[in-house]
Protein backbone atom coordinates (compact mmCIF):
# COMPACT_ATOMS: atom_id res chain seq x y z
CA UNK A 1 0.00 0.00 0.00
CA UNK A 2 1.31 3.32 -0.56
CA UNK A 3 0.73 6.75 0.97
CA UNK A 4 -1.54 7.97 -1.08
CA UNK A 5 -4.14 4.81 -0.19
CA UNK A 6 -3.01 5.24 3.54
CA UNK A 7 -4.24 8.86 3.61
CA UNK A 8 -7.53 7.70 1.15
CA UNK A 9 -7.94 5.02 4.29
CA UNK A 10 -7.64 7.11 7.10
CA UNK A 11 -9.82 9.78 5.63
CA UNK A 12 -12.18 7.05 5.22
CA UNK A 13 -11.81 6.08 8.32
CA UNK A 14 -12.94 9.12 9.92
CA UNK A 15 -15.67 9.50 8.01
CA UNK A 16 -17.27 6.41 8.84
CA UNK A 17 -16.70 7.39 12.59
CA UNK A 18 -18.49 10.68 12.03
CA UNK A 19 -21.31 8.64 10.31
CA UNK A 20 -21.94 6.17 12.88
CA UNK A 21 -21.93 9.53 15.22
CA UNK A 22 -24.53 11.11 13.52
CA UNK A 23 -27.10 7.83 13.50
CA UNK A 24 -27.76 9.33 16.94
CA UNK A 25 -30.04 12.01 15.33
CA UNK A 26 -30.88 10.95 11.65
CA UNK A 27 -30.94 13.87 9.16
CA UNK A 28 -34.33 14.20 7.69
CA UNK A 29 -35.90 11.61 5.31
CA UNK A 30 -35.47 13.81 2.13
CA UNK A 31 -31.96 14.57 2.64
CA UNK A 32 -31.40 10.77 3.48
CA UNK A 33 -32.89 9.66 0.35
CA UNK A 34 -30.84 12.06 -1.75
CA UNK A 35 -27.75 11.34 -0.34
CA UNK A 36 -28.44 7.57 -1.43
CA UNK A 37 -29.00 8.28 -4.59
CA UNK A 38 -26.29 10.16 -5.09
CA UNK A 39 -23.94 7.40 -3.17
CA UNK A 40 -25.56 4.55 -5.30
CA UNK A 41 -24.36 6.47 -8.63
CA UNK A 42 -20.67 7.37 -6.79
CA UNK A 43 -20.17 3.84 -6.36
CA UNK A 44 -21.25 3.17 -9.87
CA UNK A 45 -18.76 5.33 -10.74
CA UNK A 46 -15.99 4.25 -8.09
CA UNK A 47 -16.71 0.96 -9.52
CA UNK A 48 -15.97 1.72 -13.28
CA UNK A 49 -13.07 3.61 -12.26
CA UNK A 50 -11.80 0.55 -10.20
CA UNK A 51 -10.47 3.49 -7.30
CA UNK A 52 -10.82 0.89 -4.21
CA UNK A 53 -10.95 3.76 -1.77
CA UNK A 54 -13.94 5.75 -3.75
CA UNK A 55 -15.74 2.10 -4.01
CA UNK A 56 -15.41 1.68 0.06
CA UNK A 57 -16.29 5.12 0.90
CA UNK A 58 -19.61 5.87 -1.65
CA UNK A 59 -20.46 2.01 -0.61
CA UNK A 60 -20.73 3.06 3.05
CA UNK A 61 -22.09 6.43 2.35
CA UNK A 62 -25.13 4.31 0.89
CA UNK A 63 -25.20 2.18 3.55
CA UNK A 64 -25.10 4.60 6.00
CA UNK A 65 -27.83 7.12 4.40
CA UNK A 66 -29.97 3.96 4.02
CA UNK A 67 -29.66 3.32 7.53
CA UNK A 68 -30.50 7.07 8.50
CA UNK A 69 -33.77 6.76 6.18
CA UNK A 70 -34.74 3.59 8.20
CA UNK A 71 -33.76 5.60 11.59
CA UNK A 72 -35.75 8.79 10.46
CA UNK A 73 -38.93 6.30 9.06
CA UNK A 74 -38.99 4.16 12.06
CA UNK A 75 -38.94 7.40 14.33
CA UNK A 76 -41.43 9.15 12.10
CA UNK A 77 -43.80 5.85 12.81
CA UNK A 78 -43.21 5.45 16.95
CA UNK A 79 -44.52 9.39 16.73
CA UNK A 80 -47.25 8.34 15.01
CA UNK A 81 -48.39 5.44 17.22
Do not use: H
Not at 28 to 43: C, E, F, M, Q, V
Not at 48 to 62: E, G, P, T
Request: proline share 4%; net charge positive.
Amino acid sequence: MGVSEAIGIAGLALIVVAWAISLKNPPPLRLSILYSAGSALLTLYALLSFDIVFILLNSLALAFSLASAALRIRRERGRRL
